[in-house]
């Protein structure tokens, strides 16, 4: 049923959408020209030089336009408006009529795009244009009908959301620590089907399965990692660090994770805590990890946010300083506020026995009045090889005074002392013949503690058969000295 001229004309000027009829005739004929000129395919033919997309639109005549229309494009009059459609069809707007123009071109007898136009005030318009060839039209595209709705609002609002999924992925990317997004919604499941199994302590129930907290740690799925990240753990691209996730959580890491899997268990979704990585060169990494999942996830656990800092550099500072507070720069042996604390440790836990070396460099003062302090230097320097080279834990060497040392040896009896003695003799003779110039020469004197004697009466009487043996050394001849020196026979 078809209405009546007067009927179809009331009902397209009152329609509250935007309606054109056009007549697209003389664009049909420039078609016709350029298919007999030998184009093929229209898109790339017309993205070589926009100005004929230009051409196409100057082929299309406009017919009339509704009330909806002049109202959008704040237009006085149909006249008004038809003189004026450059400044309505413009800028970015032609980019888009490509997709029309090709849709025609294809044979489509109805047309989509989303485009731009302008109002004659110069507002921008999003506007969702469709278009179709009125029945009866096929052939010479005479009558064409076309209705554009305004989406600026919508459009609008899209941009801001895509604007804002930019900043947002900009930030992700660009942040200057390491960020993982990662799946833990496996990781949830496994938890939730032990639970209803009856486990309540999950820190016992991991003491007894360890192998959970290792499948647990395989069950997560990494989403996207940024690009600091990849630099972080030395990895060309985020393929190479997922293929080798094994070679970065390893050895303490299950220990770590473990505490982690505690923490879900308790419902606390945001956890902080140190760490250590390892990055696909081997380097070992100490990080700082911030662990949370994101708001809106937290029934699932499908989303979750893993930040690491890193802080190798800082545990480096600290260990350094650390070092530096309980040993003597000089020698690299203990300090004497670290002997105060062992001896005060084994007061209180032992081992015992405990046997303790007290030992003086011979001829220090000596050698700084005659070389310089350098060269006493160098000799302590060279008592701290000694030392060094010879004791491992849980025996400790330590630099108690300008140029005394004392061995604490836990758990060694008066035999044990002797062997040390005997080891350090041995480590200076050859010392000595490594190094040309000074001789190194030390007095020393062991005490092992009896069963209710104190470590200070242990430590008095070491210190005295020190001073014995040093008397000794010093009421020696020259040369007697100097062979003394070299390997000093305890019983001489």
């Not at 017309?46 to 100005?51: G, H, I």
């Not at 006085?76 to 888009?96: I, K």
């Amino acid at each position: 049923m078809q209405c009546e001229p007067s009927r179809d004309g009331q009902i397209f000027d009152i329609a509250p959408v935007s309606l054109w009829e056009e007549d697209y005739s003389g664009l049909k004929a420039l078609f016709e020209d350029w298919r007999n000129a030998g184009v093929v395919d229209l898109e790339r033919f017309l993205r070589e030089d926009v100005t004929r997309v230009t051409a196409c639109s100057a082929e299309i005549r406009v017919v009339r336009v509704n009330r909806k229309t002049l109202s959008l494009l704040e237009a006085e009059s149909f006249d008004h408006l038809t003189t004026n459609l450059g400044r309505v069809f413009r800028d970015d707007m032609l980019h888009a009529h490509i997709e029309e123009l090709v849709q025609l071109w294809n044979g489509d007898t109805t047309f989509t795009s989303l485009t731009a136009n302008y109002t004659l005030s110069g507002r921008r318009l999003d506007v969702l244009l469709k278009g179709t060839i009125v029945p009866g039209h096929e052939d010479d595209w005479q009558r064409v009908l076309v209705a554009i709705e305004d989406v600026t609002e919508r459009e609008t609002a899209r941009r801001k959301l895509v604007r804002s999924e930019e900043y947002a992925r900009g930030l992700f990317h660009h942040s200057p620590v390491s960020l993982w997004v990662e799946d833990f919604s496996s990781v949830k499941r496994l938890i939730d089907e032990i639970r209803l199994k009856g486990i309540v302590d999950f820190r016992v129930f991991t003491d007894v399965h360890p192998e959970f907290v290792t499948r647990c740690m395989s069950e997560i799925r990494v989403i996207d990692v940024n690009r600091h990240t990849l630099q972080l753990f030395a990895a060309a691209d985020k393929p190479t660090l997922l293929r080798h996730l094994g070679d970065i959580f390893r050895d303490s890491m299950n220990r770590h994770f473990r505490e982690q899997l505690i923490d879900l268990w308790d419902d606390k979704l945001f956890q902080q805590r140190e760490v250590v990585n390892y990055a696909l060169d081997g380097k070992e990494l100490h990080l700082h990890l911030q662990f949370s999942v994101l708001p809106g996830h937290e029934h699932d656990w499908s989303l979750v946010q893993v930040a690491l800092t890193d802080i190798t550099a800082r545990k480096a500072a600290e260990a350094y300083l650390e070092f530096l507070g309980q040993h003597d720069v000089l020698t690299k042996l203990y300090n004497r506020s670290f002997y105060v604390d062992e001896l005060n440790r084994l007061r209180r836990n032992g081992p015992t026995p405990v046997s303790i070396i007290i030992i003086d460099l011979n001829g220090l003062k000596a050698a700084n009045d005659q070389w310089g302090h350098a060269a006493g230097d160098e000799l302590l320097r060279r008592v701290g090889e000694v030392l060094d080279k010879l004791l491992a834990q849980p025996y400790h060497a330590a630099r108690i005074g300008g140029d005394e040392f004392a061995v604490l040896l836990p758990g060694a009896d008066e035999a044990g002392a002797e062997r040390t003695i005997e080891d350090i003799r041995r480590l200076v003779e050859l010392n000595n013949q490594f190094y040309t110039g000074l001789t190194l020469s030390l007095s020393m004197g062991a005490a092992t503690s009896e069963p209710g004697e104190s470590l200070d009466d242990v430590v008095k009487r070491a210190d005295a058969r020190m001073y014995e043996e040093k008397h000794r050394f010093y009421g020696l001849s020259p040369l007697e000295r100097r062979r003394a020196a070299a390997y000093f026979d305890a019983d001489a």
